[in-house]
C-alpha cells in the first residue's frame, strides 16, 4: 500500500466515508470493510458449524452474535494494525446470511423453536401442496413451506406465533428495530409480484384461505417483514444494537443500514450479475445458481425457484443443498495423512495440490462416482444425504480421478438442474462463479463451465464475494441510489476489473456428460443407500 493509498483510506476511515458489510454464511461469517468506490480496506471472519439436532439442522442465536462479535472485532483488530486508528463510525452497514429457513418469533420476540435453517428437507409435503396450490413451485427450503408444514404436523408453537423472518432479517431487526428485508431474501420466504415487488397478494389471500383462523386476524401478512428494494433506507443502528455489534462501545450509533439481504443476491452484487442475461454460480456448503429472465418461464418446475435481483428484477434460481462440504471432509482426511508422515501443511497448500490432481484426471473421471449429499437433495428427490464414492471393477481409482470425481460431484446436481432453463431456451451469455472452490485458478472454473456447457468468468474476489457485495449494496444506498443497481455497479464499482474467463474445452464436455450419464442411472444406489442406511 503506498502512502497516498494509506492516507486516503485512513480519512475514509475516521471520517465515517467506509461502508461495511456482514454475512452469515454457513461455515463462515465474514465482515468486510469498504471505501465508498467498493475498494476492501479490511476484514474479519469467525468459523462456526450447524448442529443436527431432533433430525433438524441448526444454528443457536448465540452462536450467531457469538460470531458476529468475533468477526467484526477481527475486522476492528486489522484496522487499528493496519491504520493506527480506530473504527467509530461508518457511512452505512449491510447484512447479509444463508436464504430461506423458518426464524418465528412470539409476541415478546422470544424464539418460539430452534432456527430452521435451508438445509432441512422436512417439508416436503408443505412444499407439494403450496406448489400445486399456488401453481408455482415452491422450494422446501423456503419459509412458507416451513409454516405450512408446522400447521400440518399441528406444532404447539403456531398459535402464538407473532412474527416470522430470516436470518439477515433477525439480525438487522436486533441491530435497528426495524422488521424488514430486502426483497431478494423476502423472495425465498414467500412469492413476490414481479410488479408490484410485494408479497403476491393474490397468494397471500390463498393461504390465508387455506390456514382458516390458525395464524390470527392479521393473517400471514401480518407476520412477514416489510419488502424494501436496493437503494432503501432500512432503518438506523440503535444503541443496543450498537453494543451487540460491538461490545466495546466504541462503534456510534445512529448509522443507516440498507436493506438485509439474503447470500443469493449478495453473490449476485458481488459479480456484477443483476442485468439481464446475467448469471452467476455460488459455490459453498450449498450451490447455487441465479439467472437474470428476460421473459417469463413456461410452467412450473420443481428444479427451478422464481426470485428476484435485489431490485425486485425476476431471477430462475437453481438450488442444491449440497456443494463443497463433502470435498472438504477429503481435503481434510489427506491433511491428517500428510500429518501423520510428518508434514504439517496448510489449508490453501491442501487444496492447491488436491485440484491439481483433478486437473491431471480423465475426462470422466476414471468411471468413478461421487455423491456429495450429506443432507437431503430436492432436485434428484433425496429425503437425507448419504455420501458414496461408487465404483466398478475396472475403474481407475487414482487421486487424479477420485478428485476430479469430487469437483464433478459439487456441479452434477447443479447442470441437471440449469439443463431446465436451456431447455426453456434461456440465454446465458456468460456465468459469473465465486466462493472457497474458486480460489485455486482454473481447476473448478473449467470443470464447471464443461458442466454447464457455457463460459465462467472468476473475478479476484471470487471467494470473499458475499459480505463485500452486502457492503457495496450499503454503498449504493449511500450513494443515494440516483441510478439502476446495474449501471452503478458497471460505472462506480467494476469499472476497472475484468473477471478470467474461461470456455468450456470439448473433451472435457463430453467427459463429463459420460459422467452426468452415469451419475443420473447410478441416483437409484443413493436411494437405496439412504432407505437402508
Not at 447479509?96 to 432441512?120: C, E, I, K
Not at 439480525?171 to 425465498?188: I, P
Not at 500429518?339 to 491442501?350: C, P, S
Request: charged share 15%; proline share 4%; with cysteine.
Amino acid at each position: 500500500m503506498s502512502t497516498q493509498q494509506f492516507q486516503t483510506a485512513r480519512s475514509d476511515i475516521d471520517s465515517g466515508r467506509a461502508y461495511l458489510g456482514i454475512e452469515l454464511g454457513s461455515t463462515r461469517i465474514k465482515a468486510v470493510l469498504i471505501a465508498p468506490n467498493g475498494d476492501v480496506l479490511a476484514g474479519g471472519e469467525h468459523q462456526w458449524e450447524n448442529r443436527y439436532e431432533n433430525r433438524l439442522w441448526t444454528y443457536s442465536l448465540e452462536a450467531v452474535w457469538e460470531g458476529i462479535q468475533r468477526c467484526y472485532g477481527a475486522l476492528v483488530e486489522q484496522v487499528e494494525l493496519d491504520y493506527q486508528t480506530s473504527l467509530r463510525q461508518l457511512a452505512g452497514i449491510g447484512i447479509s446470511a444463508m436464504m430461506h429457513g423458518y426464524l418465528a418469533f412470539d409476541a415478546q420476540g422470544q424464539l418460539l423453536v430452534p432456527f430452521r435453517t435451508w438445509r432441512n428437507t422436512n417439508t416436503a409435503v408443505a412444499a407439494e401442496q403450496l406448489s400445486a396450490r399456488f401453481a408455482c413451485n415452491i422450494p422446501l427450503r423456503w419459509s412458507i413451506a416451513h409454516l405450512w408444514q408446522a400447521m400440518l404436523d399441528h406444532e404447539e408453537h403456531v398459535p402464538r406465533l407473532d412474527r416470522l423472518t430470516t436470518l439477515a432479517g433477525y439480525v438487522h431487526w436486533k441491530l435497528t428495530g426495524e422488521f424488514v428485508l430486502g426483497v431478494g431474501d423476502a423472495s425465498g420466504m414467500f412469492p413476490i409480484d414481479s410488479e408490484s415487488g410485494q408479497y403476491d397478494a393474490r397468494l397471500i389471500a390463498s393461504f390465508d384461505e387455506l390456514a382458516g383462523d390458525r395464524l390470527g386476524s392479521g393473517g400471514l401478512r401480518a407476520l412477514l417483514p416489510i419488502v424494501k428494494r436496493a437503494g432503501e433506507n432500512a432503518g438506523l443502528l440503535s444503541a443496543d444494537g450498537a453494543r451487540l455489534l460491538d461490545p466495546s462501545g466504541t462503534l456510534q450509533a445512529g448509522i443507516a443500514l440498507c436493506p438485509p439481504e439474503g447470500d443469493a443476491g449478495t453473490g449476485m452484487v458481488a459479480t456484477n450479475s443483476v442485468a439481464v442475461r446475467t448469471g452467476n454460480i455460488s459455490a459453498g456448503t450449498s450451490i447455487f445458481a441465479m439467472v437474470v429472465l428476460e421473459r417469463a418461464l413456461h410452467g412450473a418446475h420443481a428444479e427451478v425457484d422464481l426470485v428476484t435481483t435485489p431490485s425486485g428484477d425476476p431471477v430462475a434460481m437453481v438450488h442444491c443443498n449440497n456443494g463443497a462440504s463433502e470435498l472438504g471432509a477429503w481435503a481434510e482426511v489427506f491433511t491428517q495423512f500428510a500429518a501423520g508422515l510428518g508434514h504439517q501443511v496448510d489449508a490453501t497448500q491442501v487444496y492447491a495440490t488436491l485440484f491439481d490432481a483433478a486437473r491431471q484426471g480423465s475426462p470422466d473421471a476414471g468411471g468413478l462416482l461421487a455423491y456429495n449429499n450429506l443432507s437431503g437433495e430436492p432436485i434428484t428427490g433425496l429425503s437425507e444425504g448419504r455420501p458414496l464414492l461408487v465404483r466398478g471393477p475396472d475403474s481407475q481409482l487414482t487421486l487424479a480421478n477420485l478428485m476430479r470425481s469430487q469437483l464433478y460431484a459439487v456441479f452434477s446436481t447443479l447442470s441437471l438442474g440449469l439443463r431446465v432453463l436451456t431447455e426453456q431456451g434461456v440465454q446465458i451469455e456468460t456465468m459469473h462463479a465465486h466462493g472457497g472452490l474458486f480460489r485455486t485458478p482454473g481447476v473448478a472454473q473449467q470443470m464447471l463451465a464443461a458442466a454447464i456447457g457455457t463460459p465462467v468468468a472468476v473475478g479476484q474476489g471470487a471467494g470473499e464475494g458475499g459480505a463485500w457485495g452486502i457492503a457495496v449494496l450499503a454503498a449504493y444506498m449511500g450513494s443515494g441510489a440516483r441510478e439502476d443497481l446495474a449501471d452503478y455497479l458497471q460505472r462506480q464499482i467494476f469499472v476497472a476489473t475484468q473477471p478470467a474467463v474461461l470456455a468450456p474445452q470439448e473433451v472435457d464436455v463430453v467427459g463429463y456428460d459420460s459422467y452426468l450419464n452415469r451419475y443420473s442411472a447410478g441416483l437409484a444406489v443413493q436411494r437405496a443407500a439412504t432407505e437402508a442406511l
